[in-house]
């Protein structure tokens, strides 16, 4: 396979990569999800870099993905300090609701609400109490003899 053919597949799947992680970074709210984007788009960056390094036949590529783990391992563990705290101190992971930890000065985040589902949508199986034998279906049972 030609070399120029190979950096361009891992440059297409870094960028790949890169935007699913924006896109997720950019869209959720929930801070758990959002650092794991930001981790995925460190992956695209990081693939890119070992691509071009391989196709110059260098080592700098790698040795940049090296430092960039080091940096992803020190921001996952100062983001799951983060998460616990503010986890421990309100009860809820949805960045929004830290209105209070903004800029002095900023405006507040204005919530645009998915309107709830009603309780006539929600259809949730039943279960049988432990100890109690389900009914038995007999059309079911007529249907799989062989079971």
Request: glycine share 6%; net charge negative.
């Amino acid at each position: 396979m030609n070399e120029t053919a190979l950096l361009y597949n891992y440059l297409i799947v870094g960028a790949i990569l890169f935007c699913l992680g924006l896109i997720g970074f950019v869209v959720r709210r929930n801070m758990i999800v959002t650092f794991l984007c930001a981790e995925m788009m460190l992956q695209g960056v990081s693939l890119s870099f070992v691509a071009w390094g391989r196709f110059h036949n260098d080592w700098s590529g790698q040795v940049m993905v090296l430092f960039i783990i080091s940096v992803a391992a020190c921001e996952a563990g100062i983001a799951l300090a983060l998460i616990l705290v503010l986890f421990a101190k309100s009860g809820k992971l949805d960045m929004a609701f830290w209105q209070d930890l903004r800029e002095e000065g900023q405006p507040a985040f204005v919530d645009q609400r998915v309107p709830e589902e009603r309780a006539e949508d929600q259809v949730w199986p039943k279960l049988t109490p432990a100890g109690v034998e389900p009914p038995e279906d007999v059309e079911e049972q007529s249907h799989r003899s062989r079971i």
